[in-house]
Nanobody, 119 residues
Framework: QVQLVESGGGLVEAGGSLRLACAAS????????MGWYRQTPGKQRELVAR???????DYADSAKGRFTISRDNARSTVYLQMNSLKPEETADYYC?????????????WGQGTLVTVSS
C-alpha cells in the first residue's frame, strides 16, 4: 500500500535546472534505499542517484558534479537537484525505494515524471 509519487519534471533549456521530488505515502514502513532512475525509449532504465542503506550516495558518472540527491526523512521524501542539464538527459525519471512494511521487504516504483531538455 506504499506509493511513491514523483513531481517536478517539465521542460527546461539546456544548461538549466530542475528539482525533482519523490514522496512516499502510507504508514508503518521504513525506507532502506531510495533513489532516482531514468529511462528513454529503447533503452534500459539506469541509475541516476540513490541513497544506500548506510546513508552513502551513489551517482551515475554522468551525474557527478551536476546532480545532488537529498532527503527529508520526516516526510519520507527524496529530492534530486539537477543542474546544467543536457538534451541527452531527456527521459522519464522514476523514483525507487526498497522498504520494510509488516516485517517484509518491498520494492516500489513511482509512476515517473518526464524531464525534457531542449537544445
Amino acid at each position: 500500500q506504499v506509493q511513491l509519487v514523483e513531481s517536478g519534471g517539465g521542460l527546461v533549456e539546456a544548461g538549466g535546472s530542475l528539482r525533482l521530488a519523490c514522496a512516499a505515502s502510507g504508514s508503518s514502513f521504513s525506507i532502506n534505499v531510495m533513489g532516482w532512475y531514468r529511462q528513454t525509449p529503447g533503452k534500459q532504465r539506469e541509475l541516476v542517484a540513490r541513497f544506500t542503506r548506510g546513508g552513502s550516495v551513489d551517482y551515475a558518472d554522468s551525474a557527478k558534479g551536476r546532480f545532488t540527491i537529498s532527503r527529508d526523512n520526516a516526510r519520507s521524501t527524496v529530492y534530486l537537484q539537477m543542474n546544467s542539464l543536457k538534451p541527452e538527459e531527456t527521459a522519464d525519471y522514476y523514483c525507487n525505494a526498497e522498504l520494510i512494511r509488516d516485517r517484509r521487504y518491498l520494492e516500489v516504483w513511482g509512476q515517473g515524471t518526464l524531464v525534457t531538455v531542449s537544445s
